[in-house]
């Protein structure tokens, strides 16, 4: 039932709280995601939506105000889409992730800058919900200097207040910089902890695709292209890498067939990728952030894989050492079909042990342009940890400890939480019978001698048996729990989230 949720509470309600919340993971948590996969027309005719990634766009928002005390809003964030469907019957034309009839192809999610769309005139009329940023510096922000941006594979952004998560604005990359004109980007941009400039790339595709790795420095807003790349295929890239001194992008096997010119007529990008062929290696692009003159530094091809996400990376003299869950082929994307994931169905099962991830590190030398990216250690397949986390202020940092979800073949996608050691390689793990947790978010503990493991980890988790969802806050020491906030109702299964502190100057006039 994690897929079927469409519940919203547009006006706060107080979760019923046992244990004590930390003083310092006060603030607010964003989630985003999923809100359902079905709508019925006026007519009375019902549409669905096919792919985890192509549900109508919900945004959370639990306001964590004492250690006693939280309340929790939500909002469909895609209400003119959902109004255009059920007074037409019809899905607007436009580009899903995996939508395959093109008479239902309406997502925008992904693409609401592949193509002009002016008929796009409400910041409601897109459905975007992969990433929530709160700091994202070129973006405007409200006059307290407040701003909350939902973030997707594409060059466009959907603003929401950040109380109400009411849509009040949508927003191309092409106002951060004119050069920033391509379609796709990361949903997963990276901020540098020590600066809080943000970087992306923007990808053009074509005969020759063309990206543009780009920063936007926090301080003045303005943006400059570090680099441009016009030898890799196009490709599906979610994350990327960042360290001190260098931006890292690996290009993995989920490449684009002809350039992304069968995005046009597919109108999807599943049915847009080539199929994964083990013999293509990856090419990790190493690109100076520090000085727009140098672009890429090196480049190192190494084995084959599909992945989501990074996890960190850092530098070791003029190494660089890289860690992301790997995939041997592009099955994840097809697991993600609704009616693969479904408990219910006879195809889930299938479909459990394809698609599990395996945690690796890597190390390339940026001496050496041309060099293998070599393979440090890879952990258990056995355990397919996905969603990764880590302590925020390792970030661009070595770190040893890496949080993540668990797909263990014990229910249809994820079935526990995983905190792994990587220096004595073992695995401690939280699970509940039937409850499936979201991506956990790390709050550090301020303790000035906090080891990496003092903080806590926030998760949603849907209790499968009574249907209901619950805010869960573990020590990330031992995984052991130190409260929950109780709903009464259930959150869709969804995707990524962000965690503003009490003390943020985001949250300052909250
Ligand atoms: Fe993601």
Redesign the pocket.
Known sequence: MQFEVFHEERTPVELKVTGEIPEYALGVLYRTGPGGYQTTTDKGVEISMSHWFDAFAQTHRFNLISPKKVLYNSRHTCDGVLRGIRETGKIPSGFSFAQRDPCQSFFRKFVATFAPRPEVKTPDGVNIA??VSTDYPGYPADEKGRSLYIKTDAAAVQRLDPETLEPVGLAKQTVLHPDLSGPLSA??SRTCPMTGDVFNYNLTLGHKPIYRIFKVAKDTGKTDILATITDAPGAYI??FFLTPRYVVICVWGSHYACGGIKMLYHRNIMDALEPYDSRKRTMWYVIDRTDSRRGVVSSHPGEAFFA??SVNAWEEGEEIVAEVPVYGDMDVLKKFYVNNLKGDEKSAWEWVEKGRAVLTRWRMDTRSSGSDAVKVWEMGKELGME?PTINPNFVTLPHRFTYGLLNRCKSTLLDGIAKYDSKTHTTMIWEEHAHTPGECIFVPSPAPDAAEDDGVLLTVVLDGCAKKSYLLVLDARDLSEVARAEMETAVGLG??GKHVGRDSPALAEY
Request: proline share 0%; net charge neutral.
């Open positions: 992969v990433t949903s997963h979610h994350s989501f996400h969603l995707f990524h």
